[in-house]
C-alpha cells in the first residue's frame, strides 16, 4: 500500500521568498504524484503530476517539483512567493499493485500563509 | 466546461434524519470517489466507484452508502447522521488508474 507525508502542517514565508512545500512518499511500485492546491471554500485544483516521464515537472502558477526516486521524495517548490499562493496544498500518490484500481492516497496537507 | 458538480454547497442537518448529497461529472469518466476532509487529516476515501454498478469501501465507509446506476453521477447517502459525520466531503471523478481527479466545490455538512 502507498503513503504519502507532508512535512510541516503550517508554512510561513515573506512575499518574494522561496516556497519549499515537503513530500515523502512510499509505495512498492512505480508512483504516479501529484500535487494539488485549495484556495479557501473551493475544491482541490491540480498544480502539477509526474507520471515516470521527466522528473522535474513544472505546474501552474510557476510552481514545479522534482521526482527524486532515491529520496523518495516530489517537493514542491517556487521561487518567489505571491499573496496569492496562500492556500492549502496537498500531496498525493496513486500506484497500481497488482489488480488494484490505483488508489489516490492524499497527504494531511500544509496550510501556507504568506506575509508582506 | 468540463466540471464535477456536488449539491448541495451546504446543509445542516439534525442527528438521524436520512441525507443524500448528489455528484454529477460530464467527463464520461469511469472512476468515482468520494472523500470526506477533516483538520490535520487531509483527505481520507469513502467510497469509491470504477464503473456502473460496482462500488467498493475507501478507508472510512463506515455510515455511509453509494450507488452509480449512471455513468455520470455517484451520490453520498447517510442513512441516520450522527455528529461525528461533520465535515467536509469532495466528490471527485478520474478517467482512469493513475490519472489525476477533478474536484466537485465540496459539500460542508453538519450535523447537530
Known amino acids: 500500500a502507498q503513503s504519502v507525508t507532508q512535512l510541516g502542517s503550517h508554512v510561513s514565508v515573506s512575499e518574494g521568498a522561496l516556497v519549499l512545500l515537503r513530500c515523502n512518499y512510499s509505495?512498492?511500485?512505480?508512483?504516479?504524484l501529484f500535487w494539488y492546491v485549495q484556495y479557501p471554500n473551493q475544491g482541490l485544483q491540480l498544480l502539477l503530476k509526474?507520471?515516470?516521464?521527466?522528473?522535474l515537472v513544472k505546474g501552474i502558477n510557476g510552481f514545479e517539483a522534482e521526482f527524486k526516486k532515491s529520496e523518495t521524495s516530489f517537493h514542491l517548490t517556487k521561487p518567489s512567493a505571491h499573496m496569492s499562493d496562500a492556500a492549502e496544498y496537498f500531496c498525493a500518490v496513486s500506484a497500481t499493485p497488482g489488480d488494484s484500481w490505483g488508489k489516490l492516497q492524499f497527504g494531511a496537507g500544509t496550510q501556507v500563509v504568506v506575509t508582506p | 466546461e468540463a466540471q464535477v458538480t456536488q449539491n448541495p454547497r451546504y446543509l445542516i442537518t439534525v442527528t438521524g434524519k436520512k441525507l443524500t448529497v448528489t455528484c454529477s461529472q460530464n467527463?464520461?469518466?469511469?472512476?468515482m470517489s468520494w472523500y470526506r476532509q477533516d483538520p490535520g487529516l487531509g483527505l481520507r476515501q469513502i467510497y469509491y466507484s470504477m464503473n456502473v454498478e460496482v462500488t467498493d469501501k475507501g478507508d472510512v465507509p463506515e455510515g455511509y452508502k453509494v450507488s452509480r446506476k449512471e455513468k455520470r453521477n455517484f451520490p453520498l447517502i447517510l442513512e441516520s447522521p450522527s455528529p461525528n459525520q461533520t465535515s467536509l466531503y469532495f466528490c471527485?471523478?478520474?478517467?482512469?488508474?493513475?490519472?489525476?481527479?477533478?474536484f466537485g466545490q465540496g459539500t460542508r455538512l453538519t450535523v447537530v
Open positions: 509526474y507520471t515516470s516521464a521527466a522528473t
Open positions: 471527485a471523478s478520474r478517467a482512469g488508474p493513475n490519472t489525476e481527479a477533478f
Open positions: 509505495s512498492s511500485v512505480p508512483p504516479y
Open positions: 467527463m464520461n469518466h469511469e472512476y
